[in-house]
T-cell receptor
Framework: LAKTTQPISMDSYEGQEVNITCSHNNIATNDYITWYQQFPSQGPRFIIQGYKTKVTNEVASLFIPADRKSSTLSLPRVSLSDTAVYYCLVELGTASKLTFGTGTRLQVTL | NAGVMQNPRHLVRRRGQEARLRCSPMKGHSHVYWYRQLPEEGLKFMVYLQKENIIDESGMPKERFSAEFPKEGPSILRIQQVVRGDSAAYFC??????????????FGPGTRLTVL
């Protein structure tokens, strides 16, 4: 069964860089990889999207290797307000089945 | 430009009743997606609709659940004869056009359904 997996949780201190990886072995050929941030009792909020290599915006970077079977969300210099659950979203397989990753709960402390 | 809107934000139903969840996509968006999130779990795809068409309902239970996105008005997710296991947060997302490089899904605040 094709899955999209992430580490369950990560801890970081404020000011550090955090890298969260998503494994998606069966990603659809033409699909983009999207990352979302979710706070309790809120809807997911778009962070960044990419297809291959590296994408950077004002809040994060996204690294995608050539085989596209994984992707890494990089958050530079996290703050307490970055404490949230982070999800990747991809389409898997030839049927292009939309699949969220298992989610990574990031806890940032002082 | 208003974001994706969902209502109600909270919905309480007794077992056997019907639940209707509404989603108004972002202006100009014609693609709508529904997801379910059980307590302390991740998001699970349910259904993808384009105006007046169901494109992919592979994640939706075969019985009691239905979805529509009429030409006019919001998208509706309907759950008939609710059971306690239906208690969850239901999120709607919309996108401009599927298959394009900038086809990002934007999410609403969700509807939290509680079945007593």
């Amino acid at each position: 069964l094709a899955k999209t997996t992430q580490p369950i949780s990560m801890d970081s201190y404020e000011g550090q860089e955090v890298n969260i990886t998503c494994s998606h072995n069966n990603i659809a050929t033409n699909d983009y990889i999207t990352w979302y941030q979710q706070f309790p009792s809120q809807g997911p909020r778009f962070i960044i999207q990419g297809y291959k290599t590296k994408v950077t915006n004002e809040v994060a970077s996204l690294f995608i290797p050539a085989d596209r079977k994984s992707s890494t969300l990089s958050l530079p210099r996290v703050s307490l307000s970055d404490t949230a659950v982070y999800y990747c979203l991809v389409e898997l397989g030839t049927a292009s089945k939309l699949t969220f990753g298992t989610g990574t709960r990031l806890q940032v402390t002082l | 430009n208003a974001g994706v809107m969902q209502n109600p934000r909270h919905l309480v139903r007794r077992r056997g009743q019907e639940a209707r969840l509404r989603c108004s996509p972002m202006k100009g968006h014609s693609h709508v997606y529904w997801y379910r999130q059980l307590p302390e779990e991740g998001l699970k795809f349910m259904v993808y609709l384009q105006k007046e068409n169901i494109i992919d309902e592979s994640g939706m239970p075969k019985e009691r659940f239905s979805a529509e996105f009429p030409k006019e008005g919001p998208s509706i997710l309907r759950i008939q004869q609710v059971v306690r296991g239906d208690s969850a947060a239901y999120f709607c997302a919309s996108s401009l056009k599927k298959g394009q490089s900038t086809d990002t899904q934007y999410f609403g605040p969700g509807t939290r359904l509680t079945v007593l």
